[in-house]
């Protein structure tokens, strides 16, 4: 099992590695453009800085996989739903750490006294789908032809846990 901390500025390199090999492999990242270091230092200070943790999986001193959560939209009526992604290293999947790391997620997230967790993910990618329903997500809705990558359409599907109390006043501002 990994040990999860939260991410630092010297795990940027592999964070980008990770998230650059995604986007070159697959189709969990809906972009064809790779990231930087300076737009993924960006991107974990405004998170850090909002209150919403980068987490990642070290092995053997080295970050393989990160994850994440964040505002799902900026208007007030959604302030207790985030927008959470996942990604592992091309070489540690498949040994649970998606599974380690989204717990870790959904754990901080109920703490945090959020309200609802939401994953959007690539229709055809059956392992995440199969994960996130272990896990007691719901599938809300697959919307066809939403992206396009590749020269292929792609299908998204919203999944969804609940985190807290079904009444909104027992829910924190």
Not at 13 to 40: C, F, G, H, K, Y
Request: net charge negative; with cysteine; aromatic share 8%.
């Amino acid at each position: 099992m990994a040990e999860l901390r939260e991410a630092t500025e010297v795990d940027l390199p592999w964070i980008v590695a990770i998230t650059n090999d995604a986007i070159r492999t697959s189709d969990t990242i809906w972009t064809e453009t790779p990231v930087t270091l300076t737009q993924r230092s960006a991107w974990m200070r405004t998170r850090q800085e909002t209150g919403f943790p980068v987490i990642v999986a070290v092995e053997d001193d080295a970050v393989v996989g990160f994850g994440s959560y964040g505002a799902f939209r900026a208007f007030d009526g959604y302030r207790l739903t985030v927008e959470h992604s996942v990604y592992i290293a091309a070489d540690a999947r498949r040994r649970g750490l998606g599974r380690q790391l989204l717990m870790a997620l959904i754990q901080r997230a109920t703490s945090d006294g959020l309200h609802v967790m939401i994953g959007a993910v690539t229709a055809t990618n059956a392992a995440s789908v199969a994960l996130h329903r272990s896990l007691g997500f719901s599938a809300s809705s697959v919307i066809p032809q939403l992206g396009l990558k590749a020269g292929r359409w792609l299908d998204l599907v919203f999944m969804y846990r609940l985190l807290g109390p079904s009444e909104p006043e027992a829910c924190s501002p």
